[in-house]
């Protein structure tokens, strides 16, 4: 009953008081954002949402789109610029996303949604972390984030989705709070934001 009718309900309620409260910081970081990038305000992205499907997903921009000489995008920690990380370790980046969630793409909470290309890689098992919408914050990034491996990310989700219910959902939300308040976890180890992901070696199970 919850997946189905109180999660939208909680997520239409949060999402929209949280555009009402945010919008000036939303307008001054797109300002900041305009001056500091060129003009350049919005990432926007196709990314897998529920059952996989594509959505057009939202992040203020972080990183500048500085290309080799072979025309190569150049690695995260050189396109991320001083004000980007500071986007990023305030989690003013997410902000965007509440438009998502308000659209019915993206939940409040739930796994992250990834890269369209990493769809193939997936073990049947993996794949079953878009059985429910992908989220703003989630049980992985309350317990590593970007800090913890592919595999243990997998494995959170998971346990998400097996384990979704409105207790479990206020429980994320409070932890983010603290998270937010004190960042953690939001590069990995030798990374400026999280290495690409490859595929599994073996399977992964709840």
């Known amino acids: 009953m919850y997946l189905a009718f109180g999660k939208r309900l909680l997520d239409l309620l949060l999402a929209g008081g949280a555009l009402l409260l ?61 004000l980007g990380k500071f986007i990023r370790k305030t ?34 098992e993996q794949a079953r972390r878009h059985h429910v919408k992908p989220g703003i914050t989630g049980w992985a990034q309350i317990n590593g984030r970007n800090a913890i491996s592919w595999e243990q990310k997998f494995l959170f989700d998971l346990w998400y989705v097996e384990h979704v219910s409105l207790r479990v959902d206020l429980l994320i939300l409070w932890r983010t709070l603290r998270h937010v308040l004190k960042p953690s976890g939001i590069s990995a180890p030798g990374s400026a934001t999280m290495e690409r992901f490859t595929g599994s070696s073996h399977p992964t199970s709840p």
Not at 33 to 50: E, I
Not at 99 to 123: A, F, H, K, Q, W
Request: charged share 15%; aromatic share 10%.
């Open 22 to 82: 945010l919008w000036p910081v939303m307008v001054l970081v797109a300002l900041v954002l305009w001056v500091g990038f060129d003009g350049k305000v919005l990432f926007t992205q196709p990314r897998p949402g529920l059952h996989g499907k594509p959505f057009l997903f939202y992040k203020f921009v972080t990183m500048t789109q500085a290309h080799d000489l072979h025309g190569q995008l150049l690695p995260d920690a050189q396109r991320l610029t001083p």
């Open 91 to 124: 989690s003013l980046d997410e902000l965007p996303q509440l438009l998502n969630v308000l659209r019915g793409e993206m939940s409040i909470v739930g796994p992250r949604p990834l890269l369209m290309d990493y769809l193939p890689l997936y073990t049947s």
